[in-house]
């Protein structure tokens, strides 16, 4: 898949595609059934999603807090398995925003990617204070030549999916729900980082991997399954918060163990899937009831991970 940041600057061999628009935070199981009605739309063309980085959220609330489900290269990797062959990851800054609705269909749209078909949900909004329609984006499509199909959401049992009821999920405590919604487990990716190695002292070494721009789900202790840069898997116990036992530091952090794992990981970037929810995060008295707690957790985590159908992060 070939990624394009500049609007300005795109090949022309690769312009004249069907375009999928929207931010495709998660690419969920909503996001591929845009995708799906993209391909089956125009199979003839090549398939592309446009999207913005960073997100407009993050440029108009800085001071909100994290709260994406995929960072860059996992969207770009999920979209890339989805039969994408282009992603136009443009850029977005404070000039950009500023483009009215007409204008970005016209110049980004039409004159610099030329698509060829659009593909949008019914409440794509887009333009300076997100004025364009998915009605006048109809309008004005049909007028320069450019196909359009509208496609109604992906829903179940309790509405729209979408990626902030997946969030939502995942703050609750429901990582089983987000992964229905998503149609796969939901994981943090991230580069392991020198810890305190405390859990070496009590038996638990662990992996160390700050959140970053990732969502933080409900502070606790996690079942597991840890995907290798090679590939092999483990499965783990991990904890997502601020370890009140032995921290007093503001910062969240992943801390994963993996079971029957020995070697180095400082410096792996690992894909850490959460499969079940097992205690809220508590403070223990020291370190020797948090060491029989962390004990019981594992054995937790073991018995669920054993009867999973698919081990893979």
């Known amino acids: 898949m070939q990624v394009y940041s500049d609007w300005r600057a795109v090949p022309a061999e690769a312009r004249g595609a069907c375009i999928a628009l929207g ?6 199981r909503g996001h591929r059934h845009l995708i799906s009605s993209g391909h089956a739309a125009r199979p003839d063309l090549p398939l592309a999603v446009l999207t913005f980085e960073p997100h407009p959220r993050e440029l108009f609330r800085p001071d909100d ?3 994406h489900l995929t960072l860059p290269a996992a969207r770009a990797r999920l979209l890339a398995e989805n039969r994408v062959s282009l992603l136009y990851q443009l850029d977005f800054d404070a000039a950009f925003s500023g483009m009215a609705a007409d204008d970005f269909i016209d110049q980004v749209l039409a004159s610099s990617l030329g698509a060829r078909h659009l593909i949008c949900g019914p409440d794509y909004a887009f333009g300076r204070r997100r004025g364009g329609t998915a009605a006048l984006l109809s309008r004005r499509a049909e007028e320069l030549g450019i196909g359009v199909t509208i496609v109604a959401p992906l ?3 309790s509405g729209p999916i979408s990626s902030s009821r997946i969030r939502r999920s995942l703050q609750d405590g429901y990582p089983e729900r987000a992964s229905e919604l998503l149609g796969r487990p939901w994981l943090i990716e991230g580069e392991v980082a020198n810890g305190d190695k405390r859990g070496r002292t009590i038996g638990f070494p662990t992996a160390n991997i ?3 721009r990732h969502l933080e789900p409900a502070r606790g202790v996690y079942a597991v399954v840890v995907e290798l840069p090679d590939g092999s898997t483990f499965g783990g116990a991990a904890n997502i918060g601020r370890r009140p036992t032995v921290s007093t530091g503001p910062e969240s952090r992943l801390e994963v163990h993996l079971f029957d794992f020995t070697g180095d990981l400082y410096g792996m970037v690992l894909r850490v899937s959460l499969h079940a929810f097992l205690r809220a995060e508590r403070k223990f008295s020291g370190l020797e009831e948090l060491r029989a707690q962390i004990d019981l957790d594992c ?3 073991r018995r669920i991970l054993d009867v999973l159908p698919c081990r893979s992060a």
């Open 65 to 67: 807090p994290p709260f």
């Open 299 to 301: 054995l937790e985590a």
């Open 210 to 212: 700050a959140l970053g």
């Open 155 to 157: 829903e179940d049992a």
């Open 23 to 28: 931010n495709f935070d998660g690419v969920h």
